[in-house]
C-alpha cells in the first residue's frame, strides 16, 4: 500500500433486501463500530446472524454459550447466533497434556522479559493446533450457516475480529509503561518487539486480526458458489486502522497513533483482503478513525485526532446540527475553557515537529520516542484537565459521531466497493452525518 485510498464520495447504491443475511463474524460485546453496520443490516429487513467466541472452564478448556449465555448474546445481537466457540489465537492452545503459550509465560517478570526465551517449536505446536480448533469448528458453523441462507439471496460478512494479547499480569505492566509511561516511566516499544514476549504477541495478532478473515473467505467458499450459480452476491468487510487524515493546518493531513503495535496485523488484513480482490472476491478492509473505546483506553493519547471532527463538521457544509455538536461540548469543559481553546492546543500539538515526524505513511508503523511520549501522553492529560467530568468527555461524544456516521458509508459502500482496502476519513465522516441530519 503505497498510499491511502479514500473514499471521498458519499455511497448510495445498495444491493442488500429483504430476506438477504448479515453475518458478523465476532461476537458482540458492548458498542463499538459493528453496531453501526448491524443497524443499516436491520434497517434493509435482512436476516441477522452471529457467532459466538464461545467461553472458558474451570479448566480453560473452551466451551459454547449455555442457555443463559445465549438468551443474552441473541438479544444483544438482535439476531440467532451459532453457538459454537470460535475462538481465535493460540495463546490456550497446546497438545493435549502440554503447556499453553501463556503457561510459558506465566513465571516472566518486569526484571526478566527482556531476556527470557521461549521455546518456539513448542510454541509452532502450538499455533497449529489453535489454528486446527479453529478451522475445524469454522467448518461446523459454515455448514450450519449453509442451511440458514436460501439461494439467491446476497450475504454480508462483517469480520470484526481483533486483538490476541495473551492474558498475563507482566503485560499489563509492560503496556502501562510503553503506552502511559513518559520521563523515568518510559519504555521503548521496540524493547517489546525484539523480545519473544513481543514476537508471540506479534503472531497471536496475526491470527486473530488477519489470519482469521482469511480463513472467513476461504470457509464460505461453498456459500459464496451456491449463492452465485443462483442469483446471489456475497460481500466481505473487515475493520482496519492505518492512521486517519484529519484537519491540520486547515488542511486534511494523514496522520496516526504511535506506537500502534497491532499496526503489523492490520496490514496483514489489509493483504488478505488484496488477495480475496486479486480473485475476484469482494472482500474490503474500512480503515476507520481512532475513537475512544474500552479497548483503546491503554493506548494515552489515541483520543487526541478525535477532537479536529467538530473542525471538519462546520468545513462540510455543516449547518445548525453541526453548530449544535459544538453547543453539546461546551458544558462538558471546566469554567473558562471553550472548544475552541481546547482545539488551539490541539492543533499546536498536531502542526509540532514532533508530530510531523511520525507522519510518515511509508514508514507505519514507527516505534515510540521519548520526545513522542512526552508531548502525547503531557497533551492528552492537559486536555483531560479542561474537562469538568473525567467520565463525561468529549472524546466520547465525538467517538459516538464517528460510530454513527462510518455504519452506513461502510454497509452502502460494499455494495459496490471501489478497493480492496478503503479509508474513510474525517471529510466523509462529517459529510455523512452532515447528510444524515440534515434540517
Not at 51 to 65: F, K, S
Not at 224 to 242: D, K, M, N
Request: a negative charge.
Amino acid at each position: 500500500m503505497n498510499a491511502p485510498v479514500s473514499l471521498r464520495d458519499i455511497p448510495a447504491t445498495n444491493i442488500f433486501r429483504r430476506g438477504d443475511v448479515f453475518v458478523l463474524f465476532g461476537e458482540l460485546f458492548g458498542r463499538g463500530y459493528a453496531n453501526g453496520l448491524i443497524n443499516e443490516a436491520r434497517k434493509a429487513g435482512m436476516t441477522i446472524i452471529g457467532i459466538t467466541v464461545g467461553r472458558r472452564d474451570e479448566n480453560n478448556a473452551l466451551r459454547p454459550l449455555n442457555d443463559e449465555e445465549l438468551a443474552v448474546a441473541e438479544a444483544n445481537l438482535g439476531g440467532r447466533i451459532i453457538n459454537v466457540p470460535l475462538m481465535a489465537g493460540f495463546d490456550l492452545d497446546a497438545p493435549t497434556g502440554e503447556a499453553t503459550p501463556t503457561d510459558l509465560l506465566a513465571g516472566m517478570t518486569l526484571k526478566s522479559w527482556q531476556s527470557d526465551k521461549l521455546d518456539w517449536e513448542h510454541i509452532e505446536k502450538c499455533r497449529e493446533v489453535g489454528i486446527a480448533r479453529f478451522r475445524d469448528s469454522l467448518a461446523l458453523v459454515m455448514t450450519e450457516l449453509d442451511g440458514m441462507i436460501p439461494d439467491g439471496a446476497n450475504a454480508f460478512f462483517a469480520h470484526t475480529m481483533a486483538g490476541g494479547i495473551p492474558k498475563v499480569k507482566v503485560f499489563l505492566a509492560i503496556a502501562n509503561r510503553i503506552y502511559k509511561g513518559r520521563g523515568e516511566r518510559f519504555m521503548s516499544s521496540r524493547a517489546l518487539l525484539d523480545s519473544d514476549l513481543g514476537r508471540l504477541i506479534l503472531m497471536n495478532f496475526d491470527e486473530v486480526t488477519a489470519n482469521t478473515f482469511q480463513y472467513l473467505i476461504e470457509g464460505s467458499a461453498k456459500i459464496r458458489a451456491r449463492l452465485a450459480a443462483t442469483g446471489g452476491q456475497v460481500r466481505y468487510t473487515a475493520y482496519g486502522y492505518h492512521g486517519t487524515e484529519i484537519l491540520i493546518d486547515d488542511k486534511y493531513q494523514w496522520q496516526t497513533y504511535s506506537n500502534y503495535t497491532q499496526g503489523r496485523a492490520k496490514m496483514r488484513l489489509e493483504s488478505v483482503a488484496q488477495t480475496a480482490w486479486d480473485q475476484g472476491i469482494k472482500a474490503t478492509v474500512y480503515n476507520c478513525p481512532e475513537i475512544r473505546t474500552n479497548s483503546s483506553d491503554i493506548f494515552a493519547g489515541v483520543e487526541l485526532s478525535l477532537f479536529p471532527l467538530l473542525l471538519a463538521l462546520r468545513r462540510e457544509n455543516g449547518g445548525a446540527w453541526a453548530e449544535a455538536q459544538w453547543q453539546a461540548c461546551r458544558p462538558l469543559l471546566t469554567d473558562g475553557i471553550t472548544p475552541e481553546a481546547l482545539l488551539e492546543k490541539i492543533e499546536h500539538y498536531n502542526t509540532s515537529q514532533v508530530m510531523a515526524k511520525f507522519r510518515n505513511f511509508d514508514a507505519w508503523p514507527m516505534d515510540n520516542s521519548e520526545e513522542l511520549a512526552e508531548l502525547m501522553i503531557g497533551t492528552s492529560d492537559e486536555i483531560m484537565q479542561m474537562h469538568r467530568n473525567r467520565t463525561e468527555l468529549i472524546a466520547g461524544l465525538l467517538s459516538a459521531l464517528v460510530l454513527e456516521g462510518t455504519g452506513p458509508l461502510m454497509f452502502f459502500e460494499t455494495s459496490n466497493p471501489a478497493a480492496p482496502v478503503l479509508w474513510l476519513n474525517h471529510d466523509i465522516i462529517a459529510r455523512q452525518l452532515n447528510l444524515m441530519h440534515k434540517d
